[in-house]
């Protein structure tokens, strides 16, 4: 199955408390801010992520305790500029408002962090045309 349909796949099958979850973060719901879910970024598929805060939210039941694959794709999504805020499904199930405050505080400190990427037109000097200011 192509990554592709296998991520649409997901969004079809979401567990209960990514159900939960996704009513609360869709159509800008939380803050105005836009999340996608199940959403392809390289080699892997996310739960949910905000583009513009560099921000991937995980909603993980037991088979993700200690997991060393979840490591390594932790590891991956941050070299490449993302943070990943891991959050337990009884967690969600049962405490929504305490994680929905958690996930305002990471957008927060997403936000204040500076971007790896600058945005487009948006700091970041072309090397290749910079020069350095004539001497006297």
Do not use: C
């Amino acid at each position: 199955m192509q990554q592709r349909d296998f991520a649409r796949s997901l969004r079809i099958r979401m567990t209960d408390a990514e159900r939960l979850l996704w009513m609360h973060l869709r159509a800008h719901h939380l803050a105005d801010e836009k999340f996608r879910r199940q959403q392809s970024i390289g080699p892997y598929i996310v739960d949910f992520v905000h583009f513009g805060k560099r921000l991937i939210i995980e909603a993980d039941g037991s088979q993700h305790n200690e997991s060393a694959s979840d490591t390594q794709r932790d590891a991956w999504l941050a070299s490449q500029g993302f943070r990943i805020l891991r959050l337990w499904n009884h967690e969600i199930l049962d405490n929504i408002d305490a994680v929905l405050e958690s996930i305002l505080t990471a957008m927060h400190v997403a936000h204040l962090s500076p971007s790896p990427f600058p945005a487009r037109g948006e700091g970041g000097e072309n090397l290749a045309t910079r020069r350095e200011p004539d001497s006297m």
